[in-house]
């Protein structure tokens, strides 16, 4: 079957702006992640959704983030006024279930650049 | 706090040498380890994973890792690199119950030379 996908692939936008990621699990995963990957830096933990329970919101780095995921399809991550500093690269995992032994299956990631 | 290190930014290699990947990881009970591999313009692919048992650990592509609890590492092996193993690695470490993270190393660049 067809693996995670992110849209778009690359976001150009300007400082203030609001943008909105979205990413399509693979059919089925009840756990759906997301982070982000600052140029030459390793993965940083920004929010995880598992079925119908509350997500964990702990990864993310202000206010300015929201990330919604309508029953355990499609999620948004919402980015208001957007600072050069969120420029990254945003990628979404999913996994068939919780627990830390579940493999994630990545997405190609959204490329985000705020000027 | 867990943690996962990941040494060496970048690595070149000959191709047909074998590959060591560091990794050791800070984590207060047994840890789900993961390594990845980053291909240029592509997403992140598992290459292996340990849960319990043997330590060490098969994957794909002719990858290996072998977990030391002494040592708290979880270091990558390939015996003969090739061209196409070029691109970034990232350890992990799976941990907590309910609300689930996974904590990424930094990377490690790996360059294959002919």
């Known amino acids: 079957g067809a693996g995670v996908s992110q849209s778009p692939s690359n976001k150009v936008t300007e400082k203030g702006k609001d943008v909105e990621l979205r990413c399509d699990p693979i059919?089925?995963?009840?756990?759906l992640y997301w982070y982000r990957q600052r140029l030459g830096q390793g993965l940083e933990f920004l929010i995880y959704?598992?079925?119908?329970?509350?997500?964990?919101k702990s990864g993310l780095p202000s206010d300015r983030f929201s990330a919604e995921r309508t029953g355990e399809s499609v999620s948004t991550l919402t980015i208001q006024r957007t600072q050069q500093e969120d420029s990254a690269v945003y990628l979404c995992?999913?996994?068939?279930?919780?627990?830390?032994?579940?493999?994630?299956?990545f997405g190609p990631g959204t490329r985000l650049l705020v000027l | 706090a867990q943690s996962v290190t990941q040494p060496d930014i970048h690595i070149t290699v000959s191709e047909g040498a074998s590959l060591e990947l560091r990794c050791n990881y800070s984590y207060g009970a047994t840890p789900y380890l993961f390594w990845y591999v980053q291909s240029p313009g592509q997403g992140l692919q598992l290459l292996l994973k340990?849960?319990?048992?043997?330590?060490l650990v098969q994957g794909i592509k002719g990858f290996e890792a072998e977990f030391k609890r002494s040592q708290s590492s979880f270091n990558l092996r390939k015996p003969s690199v090739h061209w196409s193993d070029a691109a970034e690695y990232f350890c992990?470490?799976?941990?907590?119950?309910?609300?689930?993270?996974?904590?990424f190393g930094a990377g490690t660049r790996l360059f294959v030379k002919a």
């Open positions: 995992a999913s996994s068939r279930t919780t627990g830390a032994q579940e493999t994630q299956y």
């Open positions: 340990y849960f319990s048992g043997d330590t």
């Open positions: 959704f598992q079925g119908n329970s509350a997500p964990d």
């Open positions: 992990a470490v799976g941990a907590g119950t309910g609300g689930f993270k996974t904590i």
């Open positions: 059919s089925g995963h009840t756990a």
